[in-house]
């Protein structure tokens, strides 16, 4: 079981590229999250999706974009990189009821 | 203003004794609690959590205490082992809707043989 899988692992950009970090899972989850984790803080909520099609902003979203066009599937868009979104980021899922969330192992996004 | 907070940034034990890790949230609408273990280069893990109509969960070797009136909950580890040595998180949410998690800062346990 892969359960949930990020890709890519590490980046570097360059401040105002643009990209999309990936998140896969297969446990059929209808909830799914993006977090990103910063020294010394814990995980905050950047957008996540109730169900298949629907998205919602969570406690940090200003300068993301999310899409969740498949169940499987959450889509993290950074539209202009800049060099404070450097950071860690997890995607996790669930299949909500009182279940926890599944974490995959991270992006390690640098942004200089 | 932080609504879960994990006041120890780090704790350092002997292996085979007591680990307890405390957690304090402020928001009274929470009322499910989980901990989560995060090593290095890894996505965090759920290892246990309790519900708000508990005062305490039991997992093998892990224990959660939940103190509703202090809002209060802590994670006992006994015995501690070098392999729990890792990050853990306090995590609280409410039931039902989004599931939506807010996570604690973390404390870093050190577990010495």
């Known amino acids: 079981n892969a359960g949930v899988t990020q890709t890519p692992k590490f980046q570097v950009l360059k401040t105002g590229q643009s990209m999309t970090l990936q998140c896969a899972q297969d446990?059929?989850?209808?909830?799914m999250y993006w977090y990103r984790q910063d020294p010394g803080m814990g995980l905050r909520l950047i957008y996540y999706s109730a169900s298949e099609g629907t998205t919602d902003k969570g406690e940090v979203p200003d300068g993301y974009n999310v899409s969740r066009l498949k169940k499987q599937n959450f889509l993290l868009g950074l539209e202009s990189a800049a060099p404070s979104q450097t950071s860690v980021y997890f995607c996790?899922?669930?299949?909500?009821?009182?279940?926890?969330?599944?974490f995959g192992d991270g992006t390690r996004l640098s942004i200089l | 203003d932080q609504q879960v907070k994990q006041n120890s940034p780090s704790l350092s034990v002997q292996e085979g004794r007591i680990s307890i890790l405390n957690c304090d949230y402020t928001?009274?609408?929470?009322?499910?609690f989980l901990w989560y273990k995060k090593y290095p280069a890894e996505g965090p893990t759920f290892l246990i959590s309790?519900?708000?109509?508990?005062d305490k969960n039991e997992d093998g070797r892990f224990t959660v205490f939940l103190n509703k009136s202090a809002k209060h909950l802590s994670l006992h580890i006994v015995p501690s082992q070098p392999g729990d040595s890792a990050v853990y998180f306090c995590a609280c949410k409410t039931q039902g809707g989004s599931e939506k998690l807010v996570f604690g800062k973390g404390t870093k346990l050190t577990v010495n043989p």
């Open positions: 309790i519900s708000s109509i508990k």
């Open positions: 446990m059929n989850h209808n909830s």
């Open positions: 928001n009274s609408m929470f009322d499910y």
């Open positions: 996790a899922s669930t299949r909500g009821g009182g279940q926890p969330q599944h």
